[in-house]
């Protein structure tokens, strides 16, 4: 499956994002798909996950209750909404999709969209 991610830009402290990754060419709703981010300077780390089968959801306790991961398989679409931004959430931000259950490692994920850079201002 090829991905690609989108929405990123330059917001303030405070506000809120959205997140957008298609898929095509595979079957969309049997990933589990799940977003990365990776800051300056730093390792890629997980933000949050959507199993395959629509029902579980997992987050990094960075993001857990301001991010909420969804997805349309009808679009082949997965979202990210990110709200209450701080300046710790600048990075490029990767949607991933893995064949199997809920992942929440790298290795776990075998397709990578290319990233979309949100900049947070403080």
């Known amino acids: 499956v090829q991905l690609q991610a989108s929405g990123g830009g330059l917001v303030q402290a405070g506000g809120s994002r959205r997140l957008s990754c298609v898929g095509s060419g595979r079957t969309f709703s049997v990933y589990t798909m799940g977003w990365f981010r990776q800051a300056p300077e730093k390792e890629r780390e997980f933000v949050a996950a959507?199993?395959?089968?629509?029902?579980?959801?997992y987050y990094a306790d960075s993001v857990k209750g301001r991010f909420t991961i969804s997805r349309d398989n009808a679009k082949d679409t997965v979202y990210l909404q990110m709200n209450s931004l701080k300046a710790e959430d600048t990075a490029v931000y990767y949607c991933?999709?893995?064949?199997?259950?809920?992942?929440?490692?790298?290795?776990?994920?075998?397709?990578w969209g290319q990233g979309t850079q949100v900049t947070v201002s403080s």
């Open positions: 959507f199993s395959w089968n629509g029902i579980n959801t």
């Open positions: 991933a999709a893995s064949v199997g259950s809920m992942a929440t490692t790298e290795g776990r994920y075998q397709y």
